[in-house]
């Protein structure tokens, strides 16, 4: 698994729970510089799995992005 496919699955646990967190305590929970959070977080945007707030400082889980967190492992 790769690096940033691992930390965007670990984005997602943490904001699983549905509300606002900024991108400062997501980069500080998955140990990452904010620059590198910040791409990831835009691709998880880009694909509907989270949303930013109109600042675009913080971010929440969408329905899509839940769903996926529920699909089996393989």
Request: charged residues 30%; negative net charge; hydrophobic residues 40%.
């Amino acid at each position: 698994m790769t690096t940033a496919f691992r930390i965007s699955g670990e984005i997602l646990e943490y904001i699983k729970t549905g509300g606002w967190i900024t991108v400062r305590d997501i980069s500080k929970q998955v140990g990452i510089a904010p620059e590198k959070s910040i791409k990831i977080l835009d691709f998880l945007s880009e694909f509907e799995f989270i949303e930013f707030d109109p600042d675009n400082t913080r971010i929440r889980i969408t329905d899509l992005g839940e769903g996926f967190l529920e699909l089996p492992e393989i």
